[in-house]
């Protein structure tokens, strides 16, 4: 060992006591508490420099978190500290990418086909939509299930390993009346992604569940030496187990995480994982970081108070040795035009001060909460970018590009091939249905795929849609290559822009902004030599909204950042304002009903206070306007929200705004039957 005082490695330079403590753990379980803003990410760089300095080999590391970008980040530091580049040799990725890398290779121990593809989000809630209308359950059930809640019910049921009828009753109780036709449902898509050959986001936790208890399982295992994650307080039950089987309960799993911030909940995150580590591994190593780098004491004191009343906790105070800074606010608007006044006028002051917009952050509980600031700031001209809205890939416009590229890698793609086959002038969803009936026939009569028999037989459209029809299968010919060598992904996304530009210009009435995100497309696609694995990637972690890539303003202006709480979760910012601290706001009052709701809203209100750095203000609006109990709307009256309790009077300064204005499934390692049948065993 070293001496730290004299021949330090320049990975532990500059660390405090119990960051190191945590980066020269040695071998068994190791629970790292990282407060917000305690530097978890450069302690979890450290200790990946550390075990390669110590003569782990790279690749027998695998580091695990919550976006590939956080990943990257981490191995980025960690090779400058040990002025190493074998750090890119360490199995980087989210939960998700990992688990494809591994199913790639031994997805066959579990039945999976070569060349599955991955389908999002909105592709599983469009082939619930099919089966949903196949089934006739639209028509003939009463208030039956939006495709949407399908999807939400199926995925909750797969990631919290609960039963479908306890799922029901706990977080869709309009929804029992119809568990018999959700079984049909579930048992239809199993059925159909298994016949098409893809996997769903929630699949590959299966699947990698499901490896580990197969023939490969033991194979799987010897891969690492070191299992390192991040945000742990985010893992559900599969991921839990997952991790459990990689490493036993005496291994080398190291784990950083803060349940104060924990707050997916609703994606089935357990905060139990994290509360309950070191009862499950009980050779666990416990180290806490609560010297925060980031916030004054002021605004430091006012989160612990926030957090302090909660009693399902780790026991720790934030405290900083940064300087004293301005009273965070607690601001009483008459109202949310009032509140929108008050926001804009300290925003523009604040930018006279010399923090820039993009410096500044205005948070709120749910999307819709901006809705008027939103209309202010851009009668100010106060140029602004909202995150937590819609995602880049769910745009209608990107989603036909990447169906195109799914046909040219799965011909087996049945959601690709309809979605393509409608972007044809003239083709609706009873012809899509006949054109892919007609060359799958063709096709298998011929001994060829869906995409061989459509670019080589005649189909019977309209003279309309054969220009159309012929541009298409020029482009994917082209896309196909000469049978050696294909042309890279970069490549094909802009030919395959030619028939966008095409059809946009028919479908969309601003075709040109549309193609410019097909530019930016192919720009992420530059950096992979593979469509396959671009795909896969851009699929399990794509950019967070439109405004990422493509969006106004340009990433060289100065901007206000809009962002929900649970978007703004790793951020940070000179100034933060949250709105909407109502009651019934936050916390919101349909999260109140659900176990441990209330202590995961006081969790979300500590995350967006934490986020600020030198300035922290909380505004709440009297008098509000929403539509939940009549058609025509209504308004409603508040008060602050109940987490600013008399305890935090001494830490707020409370004033008026000046403007008021009007688990235990079975797996035999058999195929992919398995993970259906696992499945099946909680629907039934």
């Known amino acids: 060992m070293f001496d730290i005082t004299t021949d330090a490695p320049a990975y532990l330079e500059g660390l405090n006591s119990d960051q190191r403590r945590a980066v020269l753990h040695g071998d068994g379980p190791l629970l790292v508490i990282a407060g917000a803003g305690s530097g978890k990410t450069r302690t979890l760089a450290s200790r990946v420099a550390h075990l390669i300095d110590r003569g782990v080999q790279p690749d027998r590391i695998l580091l695990l978190t919550f976006t590939r970008r956080a990943s990257a980040e981490m191995l980025k530091r960690a090779g400058a500290s040990i002025d190493d580049r074998s750090s890119g040799r360490v199995w980087g990725g989210t939960f998700h990418s990992i688990s494809n ?9 579990v039945g999976l086909v070569e060349g599955f593809t991955v389908i999002d989000r909105a592709d599983t809630e469009s082939l619930f939509g099919i089966l949903r209308t196949e089934n006739g359950f639209g028509k003939t059930k009463t208030r039956f299930p939006r495709k949407e809640t399908i999807a939400s019910i199926y995925s909750r049921v797969a990631n919290a390993q609960t039963p479908l009828s306890e799922t029901l009753v706990q977080r869709f109780p309009w929804c029992q009346d119809h568990i018999e036709e959700l079984k049909t449902l579930f048992v239809g898509y199993t059925a159909r992604k298994r016949e098409h050959n893809v996997v769903d986001y929630d699949d590959l936790l299966l699947y990698w569940q499901a490896l580990l208890r197969s023939d490969a399982g033991q194979t799987v295992r010897g891969l690492f030496d070191h299992l390192l994650v991040d945000e742990y307080q985010d893992t559900n039950l ?28 609703f994606r089935a995150a357990r905060v139990e994982n994290i509360l309950g580590f070191p009862d499950e591994y009980e050779e666990a190593t416990v180290v806490t970081l609560d010297q925060n780098y980031r916030s004054t004491p002021q605004i430091l004191a006012s989160s612990n108070a926030v957090i302090g009343a909660s009693d399902t906790a780790f026991d720790k105070q934030l405290w900083t040795e940064r300087p004293a800074g301005p009273i965070p606010g607690l601001i009483t608007c008459y109202d949310e035009a009032a509140q929108a006044d008050w926001v804009c006028d300290r925003v523009l002051e604040l930018r006279e001060q010399g923090i820039d917009l993009r410096d500044q952050a205005v948070l709120f509980r749910t999307g819709h909460h901006s809705g008027g600031l939103e209309i202010e700031l851009a009668r100010r001209n106060i140029p602004f970018v909202k995150f937590g809205g819609l995602k880049f890939l769910e745009a209608a416009h990107v989603k036909d590009l ?40 063709v096709g298998s009569s ?18 309309e849609t054969r220009e159309v029809l012929g541009l298409l299968r020029d482009v994917l ?13 970069s490549t094909q996304i802009d030919r ?10 028919r479908t969309y009435d601003d075709p040109k902004a549309r193609l410019g995100d097909i530019e930016h497309l192919a720009s992420l696609a530059a950096d992979y030599s593979n469509r396959s694995r671009f795909l896969t990637e851009i699929t399990l972690d794509p950019p967070n909204s439109t405004t990422d890539l493509a969006g106004a303003p340009h990433l060289d202006d100065d901007y206000l950042i809009l962002s929900t709480i649970h978007s703004a979760k790793g951020g940070e910012w000179r100034s933060v304002t949250v709105i909407h601290a109502a009651d019934g706001n936050i916390p919101s009052d349909m999260a109140l009903s659900e176990p441990g709701g209330l202590e995961e809203e006081r969790r979300l209100l500590y995350v967006a206070l934490t986020r600020a750095k030198d ?13 939940r109990y009549s058609s025509n709307g209504s308004h409603s009256y ?47």
């Open 101 to 109: 890398r591994l199913l790639r290779q031994y997805g066959r121990a």
């Open 638 to 684: 508040a008060l602050p929200s109940r987490f600013f309790d008399p305890a935090l009077e001494q830490f707020i300064a409370s004033a008026t705004g000046v403007s008021q204005a009007v688990a235990d499934a079975s797996w035999d390692g058999s195929g992919r039957d398995t993970v259906g049948d696992a499945l099946s065993a909680l629907w039934d």
């Open 615 to 627: 300035h922290l203000a909380v505004t709440v609006p009297q008098r509000f306007y929403h539509h």
């Open 496 to 505: 395959l822009a030619d028939f966008c530009g095409e059809v946009f210009d």
């Open 446 to 463: 011929a001994g060829t795929d869906a995409l061989d028999a459509f670019l080589t037989y005649d189909i019977p459209v309209t003279t």
């Open 477 to 489: 010919t082209d896309c196909r290559g000469d049978g050696r060598r294909e042309p890279g992904p």
């Open 402 to 441: 990447l169906s195109l590229l799914r046909i040219l890698d799965n011909p087996r793609d049945e959601l690709a091939w309809n979605r393509v086959l409608l972007m044809l002038p003239g083709v609706g969803p009873a012809t899509a249905a006949k054109i892919l009936a007609h060359i799958e026939e």
């Open 238 to 265: 599969v991921q839990a187990d997952i991790l459990r089987s990689m490493c036993g309960l005496s291994g080398n799993l190291t784990v950083v995480g803060d349940d104060a911030q924990s707050i997916y909940s």
